[in-house]
């Protein structure tokens, strides 16, 4: 069982940053797929960004490709994701999820477990 707790949400004006943080339990944080996803409201769930457990590859919604960036630290058992020029529709609550099966990264179903979420506002 992994818990996923995500935090480094909050109101920013557009154009500004935010860097987000997963913290995971568990001892095998480092054999997990790890991915990030948002949510709008009245949309459904989508796909953000994903990491492979090495670290080696990286994969991005062509929405936040340049301007997001994946990472993760295996030794604090943390993916972040670093959110550089937001704008208004990147207002969502983003999700950190993780995967021990092979599969299609962008796709929920791939994940076996979520965190609760946390509230990122971009403001016009």
């Known amino acids: 069982q992994v818990q996923l707790v995500e935090s480094g949400g909050g109101l920013v004006q557009a154009g500004g940053s935010l860097r987000l943080s997963c913290a995971a339990s568990g001892r095998t944080f480092s054999s997990y797929v790890m991915g990030w996803f948002r949510q709008a409201p009245g949309k459904e769930r989508e796909f953000i960004a994903a990491?492979?457990?090495?670290?080696?590859?990286?994969y991005y919604a062509d929405s936040v490709k340049g301007r997001f960036t994946i990472s993760r630290d295996n030794a604090k058992n943390t993916v972040y994701l670093q959110m550089n020029s937001l704008k208004p529709e990147d207002t969502a609550v983003y999700y950190c999820?993780?995967?021990?099966?092979?599969?299609?990264?962008?796709?929920?179903?791939?994940?076996?477990?979520w965190g609760r979420g946390t509230q990122v506002t971009v403001s016009s």
């Open positions: 990491i492979s457990w090495s670290d080696d590859n990286t």
């Open positions: 999820a993780a995967t021990k099966r092979i599969g299609v990264v962008t796709a929920t179903s791939y994940y076996d477990y």
